[in-house]
């Protein structure tokens, strides 16, 4: 963990490492800020302090990185404990840097100097990001205020990641066994092979369902039992809750994060955590947030209303259920969309096999990008992992990944990307990135002609690879070489889903979808005529969606702009009922009272979207309004305009605002007429 010079070694590293490698990174990491600000320091320039900076402390962040991706993929008790034993020591660490006034002074040294005009705009701005992030992290403060604010630092971090523990072992500790056959009617074939090998007792029929994704999505999507996809329904929604066992329970550790985060806001001198929040995004304020979210939701309601009312009249015509129930959401809706468009996404999963998709997908970054994307080999932390990389056609090595796809007892759910390495320039040349690629997918199931199957993806899984990827590109086809805007360094959090959500429109293009499919069987590709009937259901209730995802982001900014944790809690007025007012004003679909949704909503509670849930939304507008570039161009694989997105999107990083690199492609600011006309909600 040490060694900092290629790539990790995860063949070598051991929870027993952690401590004393860590524990070392942080004595060489001070001794540097001590040389750095001694009272006989030299005046601050780049070279004699921002770079050696920079360079230091990436060793650090770089060995940390490795510890929080292996708690995060490999959540075995002894890499927690080794996680959870620094995780105070690196929070401190970090907390004291934020707040050193010695380092501020050094970059303020430097903005003011006559130097500073011959930096070049990426180093001008990681100076310029500096100073805004040290007064964010209380560099201004009063010496006595300043030891409470590191030590919230600290106990926020460790409820993160106490919060994410939970939800983890929450969602382990459920399990439905089902031994009556007949529960099993309308489940997918894999989905019952899986639920039988997951029971593990050859000696009785007996299967298992759990509540991850590739066990729990299809229950409730084609499940004809009732009881099962309550069962399973009511298990997910109750996670971490105090229906489940005390220790889990992640409603004191919402309340006391809430509680940090407003003190925190305080120190700062902002009137609430989520304009602290904003500071560094594109967005400006809370009220052009939540102006954004209400216009957008003015928009989608009547059309998630009319969605509600279709599925409640085929509900009870169809499959006589005079009530729909939360549980009967999911399974309505696909008998719906099977009826009204003639196919199932059970259907549409069978063409999708995972060597199609890889395939499929790293043909769409050779077209588009002018690159080649080729196996390669590394250590890896578990079985499934492969490790690839990205060459120019020349073959020199851009950039490499790794891309670990199943979902595992001991892997955090959903889906996300992650930097290993940042690129750079160092004496010995360009440090190339490197970034996982991390999924819950099913892994495969079966056997034919004595050979296992290939997993096979539904369309939606296969539109998350996609998304995950568009992360990755913008970390490794970045050509920055200034380590603090690099890639996603430095990118407004509130654009940097734009690169993910471009990347989710060439799901929809046939002939890519035609390449990348593969029926598991016969081998086929997919009928044009099948891919017609996905097209015209693509935006199948999209107003409910949409509703869903603003409902999402709407109550997390008012929690953190609207709601007082313990003035209002003094009031009897809980986050609950944040959430219930929320739900009044933009939503069509109110869960029962006994949904703990908060409880396991990682993104804000244990991840970097608190009080920016709303980014997927914002960077929605602007993704939709860069992929109709290539639709004005008549043709998804244009030449000219995939130069133009590499050179003035991914390749820029973080190194000048996002909107700058937005209007230098666009030539214009962004509208919302493309995601609206994408999303079905304006004509085309």
Sequence with gaps: MLDSSGLPRFDAIAPSDVAPAIGELLTRSRALVARLTAADAAPASWENFAQPLADGIEELSRAWGIVGHLHSVNDVPEWREAYNAMLPEVSRFFAELGQ???????????????????????????????????????AELPDADKPRFQAIQEELASLAAKFSENVLDATNAFAEIVTDPAELAGLPADVVDAARAAAGDS???????????????????????????????????????????????????????????????????????????LAPKMAESTEQVAAFLRDLASKARPFAERDLAELKEFAARELGLSELEPWDVAYASEKLREQRYSFSEQEVKQYFTEPRVIAGLFGVIEKLFAVRVRPDTAPVWHEDV?????????????????????????????????????????????????????CN??????????????????????????????????????RV??????????????????????????????????????????????????????????????????????????????????YDPVAD????????????????????????????????????????????????????????????????????????????????????????????????????????????????????
């Design 100 to 138: 050193n006034l010695a380092l501020f002074a050094g970059y303020t040294t430097l903005r003011d100097s006559a130097a500073f005009a011959r930096l070049n705009a990426a180093q001008q701005r990681i100076v310029s990001n500096e100073i805004r992030d040290f007064r964010l992290s209380g």
């Design 203 to 277: 000696a009785s029929d007996a299967w298992k369902f759990t509540l991850h994704m590739p066990s729990y999505l299809p229950v409730l999507q084609y499940a004809d039992s009732r009881r099962l996809r309550q069962s399973l329904y009511r298990g997910h929604a109750t996670r971490a809750s105090e229906f489940g066992p005390a220790e889990l329970d992640n409603t004191p550790l919402i309340r006391r994060i809430l509680e940090l985060r407003q003190e925190e806001a305080r120190l700062l001198g902002f009137a609430n955590y989520a304009e602290v929040s």
């Design 386 to 438: 492969r490790f690839f990389r990205i060459e120019t056609p020349a073959g020199e090595l851009v950039g490499q990944f790794y891309l670990d796809l199943y979902a595992r007892e001991t892997k955090r759910g959903g889906a996300w990307m992650d930097e290993a390495i940042t690129r750079r320039r160092i004496a010995g040349g360009i440090q190339t990135p490197v970034a996982y690629l991390n």
């Design 441 to 478: 997918f099913p892994r495969p199931v079966g056997e034919k002609d004595g050979q296992a199957k290939p997993a096979t993806f539904s369309h939606d899984d296969v539109i998350t690879l996609f998304h995950e990827t568009g992360h990755g590109l913008h970390h490794l086809l970045t």
């Design 481 to 562: 070489e200034e380590l603090g805007v690099s890639g996603i360094h430095g990118v407004e959090w509130d654009a940097v889903e734009l690169p993910s959500q471009f990347m989710e429109n060439y799901c929809w293009e046939w002939d890519v979808v035609r390449g990348m499919s593969a029926h598991v069987d016969s081998g086929e590709a997919l009928p044009r005529a099948l891919f017609e009937r996905m097209l015209a259901a693509r935006n199948f209730q999209s107003g409910l969606q949409t509703v869903r995802q603003i409902e999402f982001s709407l109550f997390d900014l008012l929690l953190h702009c609207a």
């Design 569 to 684: 809690a003094a009031k009897g007025r809980g986050l609950y009922d944040v959430l219930a007012e929320v739900r009044r004003e933009v939503s069509v679909l109110i869960p029962p009272a006994w949904h703990r949704f908060p409880n396991s909503f990682s993104h804000i509670f244990a991840g970097g979207y608190a009080a920016g849930y709303f980014s997927y939304k914002w960077a929605e507008v602007l993704s939709a309004d860069c992929y109709a570039a290539f639709e004005e161009a008549g043709d998804p694989f244009d030449a000219r305009t995939g130069s133009r997105f590499l050179d003035e999107i991914l390749s820029v990083g973080g190194s000048r605002p996002a909107l700058d690199s937005f209007r230098a492609f666009r030539g214009r600011d962004p509208a919302v007429d493309a995601l609206l006309r994408h999303s079905g909600m304006i004509a085309a």
